[in-house]
């Protein structure tokens, strides 16, 4: 477990380290590119020393950064995290990427979609909004991928979407539908 907290503290500088120079329709998030250690299993029993510690968490790729890059800058931190340690250079650390691996995706600087959304929410009584990057693993990635221009918007709070105070007003709700509806309308070229 002391070995953990190192290499923790290290993975921490790193993640700190990756949100210089964040893009700026990240506005009023402090981790946009943020790491997260999720669960962590030691031990068979609470008396024993652990011969094994399992930690399991998220990683957050840079808008534009290949995945694959993503994963050399995470390994090669690890390396240096191990190789500054006696016992961790004996005992390296061993990486192994499993579940998804969500690549960074944007809409083309410029394309008419995100005005026609901007406007469909504005006239269905959502206000004025700008336009902003989100921190998390979705879909759109694959569409971008595809050549798909795409853009995310919906009601709710991202903060709290899969968690346990995961809600989302009615209201909002109205309002997102009116928006889908109009943008729907206005790209048919119905007036």
């Known amino acids: 477990m002391e070995k953990f907290a190192v290499v923790h503290a290290g993975l921490q500088q790193l993640e700190e380290e990756r949100q210089k120079d964040a893009d700026p329709r990240f506005w009023g998030e402090r981790y946009p590119y943020g790491l997260s250690i999720g669960r962590v299993r030691a031990g068979d029993w609470a008396s024993s020393v652990p011969d094994r510690l399992v930690a399991e968490g998220r990683y957050g790729v840079r808008l534009g950064e290949p995945v694959s890059v993503a994963k050399e800058a995470f390994e090669a931190r690890l390396r240096e995290i191990c190789a500054a340690d006696p016992w961790l250079a004996e005992h390296p650390v061993r990486v192994t990427w499993v579940g998804g691996a969500f690549a960074s995706g944007e809409l083309p600087a410029g394309h008419r979609l995100l005005p026609l959304v ?74």
């Not at 050549?147 to 709700?173: I, N, Q, R």
């Not at 109205?174 to 070229?189: D, P, Q, S």
Request: net charge neutral; charged share 15%.
């Open 118 to 191: 901007l406007a469909a929410v504005a006239d269905a009584g959502g206000g004025a909004t700008d336009e902003r990057a989100v921190a998390a693993g979705t879909d759109l990635r694959q569409y971008v991928g595809a050549g798909v221009p795409t853009l995310h918007y919906g009601p709710g709070d991202l903060h709290l979407a899969h968690g346990p105070l995961e809600k989302v007003p009615v209201a909002a709700v109205v309002t997102a539908a009116r928006a889908f509806a109009l943008l729907t309308l206005r790209t048919c070229g119905v007036r």
